[in-house]
Each structure stands twice: as C-alpha cells, then as structure tokens.
C-alpha cells in the first residue's frame, strides 16, 4: 500500500499494482476480491497495519525481526563501536 501512487503504472511483470484512492478498508476489499479463494496479503509499515488494525481488517499477524540493534541516530551498534558524537 501506498499514499503516493505513481504517475506511471510499474512495468509489467509478476506483480500487478493497481492504485486504490478510497482509503485502507476500499484497497483491502478490492485486494479480496482480486484474491479470490486465495490469501490478500497486507504489505507495508507502522501506519498501514495501525490502519487495518483499526478497522479490522485483519485475521492474521505475522512479524519479522531483524536482529540489528541501532543506536538512537540510527547507527548499527552490532557491526562495530558507534562512532564519537553518536
């Protein structure tokens, strides 16, 4: 999902991206419909679940962790000591 939709349609391939403006609840039943008997997938970040969360609109949550811990500027303590000023 996106709140930026591209002026040019991707090209073509595995994926088809269709762009729907009507908000999170329109895109996850047009993605239903689109689905059919199979799974819609919910992609995207903290606002896009946020979002279906609130308008429950989601059966299962799955979560990938990274393991990479960051300091608070966003420097990646785990590959090595954080530089001075971090």
Not at 41 to 65: F, P, S, Y
Request: net charge negative; glycine share 10%; with cysteine.
């Amino acid at each position: 999902m996106t709140h930026r939709p591209q002026q040019q349609a991707p090209p073509t391939g595995t994926a088809e991206f269709i762009f729907v403006p009507d908000g999170v609840r329109a895109a996850v039943e047009r993605a239903q419909q689109t689905a059919g008997d199979r799974y819609a997938t919910i992609g995207g970040g903290a606002d896009i679940a946020q979002q279906c969360l609130a308008e429950r609109l989601v059966d299962e949550v799955q979560l990938h962790v990274v393991p990479v811990f960051c300091s608070a500027t966003g420097y990646p303590c785990s590959t090595g000591p954080v530089p001075d000023g971090a």
